[in-house]
């Protein structure tokens, strides 16, 4: 069966179904491998963005 755990699905064939593919993983509530993965991943965007913004002084005067 398509849903069942543990089911090893087809490779993705073209962009659409690997889009639907990509969505399907970011949602899947019920994999706590998959969620900690995604989780790990923003996390690691969110702080490279935070220190790469740091280099931004706001306070500076300008021009």
């Not at 090893?8 to 889009?19: K, Q, S, T």
């Not at 690691?44 to 280099?55: C, E, H, M, P, S």
């Amino acid at each position: 069966a398509a849903g069942a755990p543990g089911a090893v699905a087809a490779p993705p064939r073209g962009i659409r179904a690997w889009l639907r593919s990509a969505f399907r993983f970011a949602t899947d509530r019920n994999d706590f491998r998959r969620n900690l993965l995604v989780n790990l991943g923003l996390f690691a965007a969110g702080v490279w963005v935070a220190r790469n913004l740091t280099d931004i002084d706001l306070m500076a005067p300008q021009p």
